[in-house]
């Protein structure tokens, strides 16, 4: 699986982006699709996560009511809306995928076990 992330760019705090991650392979509608992000000097964290259906999502606290993810399986494409940007959202995000049915919740303590990962798009928020 190859996986390119884009829509990044340069926003004021309060602002919103929607970055996109695009999958080659027949097979991306079968795998978890997970958003990470690591800023300057910090580890990756994870950020958000959804399910091969769709049906359930996960997201960081950090994050929880400002961002969505979502999935068009039909594209092979997944998407995070990030909303009500802050500066602190300031990071290089990734998108992976997880390719074994797994709880969601174990999967985003787990970012070394993730099995392909795109590039990232640089996100930055001014204040």
């Known amino acids: 699986v190859q996986l390119q992330a884009s829509g990044g760019g340069l926003v004021q705090a309060g602002g919103s982006l929607r970055l996109s991650c695009a999958a080659s392979?027949?097979?991306?509608?079968?795998?978890?699709v997970g958003w990470f992000r690591q800023a300057p000097g910090k580890e990756r964290e994870f950020v958000a996560a959804i399910s091969w259906s769709g049906s359930s999502t996960f997201y960081a606290d950090s994050v929880k009511g400002r961002f969505t993810i979502s999935r068009d399986n039909a594209r092979n494409t997944a998407y995070l809306q990030m909303n009500s940007l802050k500066p602190e959202d300031t990071a290089v995000y990734y998108c992976a995928v997880w390719t074994s049915p797994s709880s969601l919740p174990l999967l985003a303590g787990n970012i070394r076990g993730w099995n392909y990962w795109g590039q990232g798009t640089q996100v930055t928020v001014s204040s």
């Open positions: 392979g027949r097979t991306f509608s079968s795998y978890t």
